[in-house]
């Protein structure tokens, strides 16, 4: 059974770079969408981009200017950076995925997910 | 691109049916059966329910069903239960190639 883990600093200071990294066990990175979903502290989820396996990406128009997704399948993993981060950044970061052969949109696998603070 | 509209809350009595709602636009709900429904305990990682507006993955109880109409789709969860308790969330692909997600919405079992 496929199993994603974030891993990542859990405070960052205003104005630097949100890095992490998802770690993808049990199964290939091949032929899935790779995506990071976010959800502030009492808030709602937010889409933040999507890849698929050969590096393509898109990401959410709010955020496209300081979002970079990245791949490393020799070691199965999927990474964020989020730049020049604010307060409103401060979130419970979901690494995610579809199934083999599925849609971007059909996420079927989530991470336990990482709160990220931004703070001096 | 803007949050599909969710009521912020329902509830409903167990053993009762519930329809929760999912308004957008031609861009996104309207224009392709793509949507999502998420189930998200608290302290917990959402879970698909619903996807492509009506199929189950496997694994979920045949109690919640989805559909759609125009711009607007809707989940059903039938005979609920205490554990039907939580949040969810829909989703939708776009025009623009992204996925939106719904304000999401608090369903109490009373």
């Known amino acids: 059974q496929v199993q994603l883990q974030e891993s990542g600093p859990g405070l960052v200071k205003p104005s630097e770079t949100l890095s992490l990294t998802c770690s993808v066990s049990?199964?290939?990175?091949?032929?899935?969408?790779w995506s990071w979903i976010r959800q502030p502290p009492g808030k709602g989820l937010e889409w933040v981009g999507y890849?698929?396996?050969?590096?393509?990406?898109n990401y959410n128009p709010s955020l496209k200017s300081r979002v970079t997704m990245s791949v490393d399948m020799s070691k199965n993993q999927f990474s964020l950076k989020l730049s020049s981060v604010t307060a409103a950044d401060t979130a419970v970061y979901y690494c995610?995925?579809?199934?083999?052969?599925?849609?971007?949109?059909?996420?079927?696998?989530w991470g336990r997910g990482t709160l990220v603070t931004v703070s001096s | 691109q803007s949050a599909l509209t969710q009521p912020a809350s329902v509830s409903e009595s167990p053993g009762q049916s519930i329809t929760i709602s999912c308004s957008g636009t031609s861009s996104d709900v309207g224009g392709y059966n793509y949507v999502s429904w998420y189930q998200q305990h608290p302290g917990e990682a959402p879970k698909l329910m619903i996807y492509d507006v009506s199929s189950r993955p496997s694994g979920v109880s045949n109690r919640f069903s989805g559909s759609k109409s125009g711009n607007t789709a809707s989940l059903t969860i039938s005979g609920l239960q205490a554990q039907d308790e939580a949040d969810y969330y829909c989703s939708s692909y776009t025009t623009s190639s992204t996925v939106v997600f719904g304000g999401g919405t608090k369903l109490t079992v009373l």
């Open positions: 890849m698929y396996y050969s590096g393509s990406t």
């Open positions: 995610v995925g579809s199934a083999r052969g599925s849609a971007s949109w059909v996420v079927s696998l």
């Open positions: 049990g199964g290939s990175m091949s032929d899935s969408y």
